[in-house]
């Protein structure tokens, strides 16, 4: 396994160059994807590539993809690099950095598997938020006919980029915040294993989101309904997966 963190990053200038060093203390190779931000944001990414260099590089898009669009950017390049895994992570500095060790130990063996973080909440998280999830993670467990993904919001999560980058080539995906759920809830439909792990997340006090209450929503909502009449069609076949175990279980009695 040869892994990468890929690091999407919008205008956290603040709070991205913290992660980089959280990230180097691991020694992993980090990509960084500018996706279109301000000059002070782009310099601070400048800096860090030029100041960690070779263990730090730069990926800049001139126009803002969304989170999604620059996360397909980066497992892109992180491919074309000769990385088969991108151990993904957001830019804002939400998320528990001890726990890399073991998503990579996971990722190392489960090689063809999704390792997904499940938040652990502190005290700081918005309640609205948490609602919010909560639906967005139902219709998941509906559109993939499984309990197979604990939380298809978090951004913490190791891929293996043969098979994600397969999703990518041959879905038309969303490319902002709906990008995370969907890309989870295509790679069951595949019959990607799954792996949760547990990971601490704060919301910090100063912490920049560029998270559209209205819009994003509007995005997420549309994406599940397009999942579910894409698990309608495969319906079939995810009702055969699961009762193929069972049959062979009740064959062995």
């Keep these: 396994m040869k ?4 690091i999407p990053v919008y205008n956290h200038e603040r709070a991205v160059g913290q992660v980089v060093d959280e990230v180097l203390r691991h020694s992993l190779p980090v990509l960084l994807v500018d996706d279109g931000s301000s000059k002070a944001c782009a310099d601070a990414l400048d800096a860090l590539a030029a100041t960690h ?3 730090v590089s730069l990926v800049r898009l001139e126009e803002n993809q969304g989170k999604g669009g620059a996360v ?3 497992l892109r390049e992180a491919a074309r690099r000769g ?11 939400q998320h528990d950095l001890g726990d890399l060790p073991q998503f990579l130990e996971a990722a190392t063996r489960n090689p063809a598997a999704l390792v997904t973080g499940y938040p652990v909440y502190d005290a700081s998280v918005p309640r609205s ?4 999830r909560l639906l967005t993670h139902v219709w998941v467990w ?3 006919l499984s309990l197979a993904v604990k939380d298809s919001m978090c951004g913490f999560r190791v891929y293996p980029l043969a098979p994600v980058l397969d999703v990518i ?6 490319r902002r915040m709906d990008f995370d ?4 809830v295509r790679l069951v439909w595949r019959g990607v294993e799954v792996v949760n792990l547990p990971t601490k997340v704060s919301y910090p006090k100063d912490g920049v989101s560029h998270f559209d209450v209205l819009w994003d929503n509007v995005r997420i909502s549309g994406m599940h309904a397009r999942l579910f009449f894409g698990m309608l069609v495969r319906l079939p076949v995810l009702l055969w997966r699961k009762l193929v175990p069972r049959r062979a279980m009740g064959s062995t009695r």
Aim: aromatic share 6%; net charge negative.
């Design 53 to 55: 260099a070779p263990q």
């Design 129 to 132: 938020r948490l609602y919010g």
């Design 169 to 174: 080539d041959h879905a038309r995906l969303g």
């Design 72 to 74: 397909m950017a980066g």
């Design 3 to 6: 892994p990468v963190v890929v």
């Design 142 to 144: 509906i559109n993939s």
């Design 83 to 93: 990385y088969t895994h991108a151990l993904q992570l957001d830019a804002d500095g």
């Design 181 to 184: 759920p969907e890309i989870a």
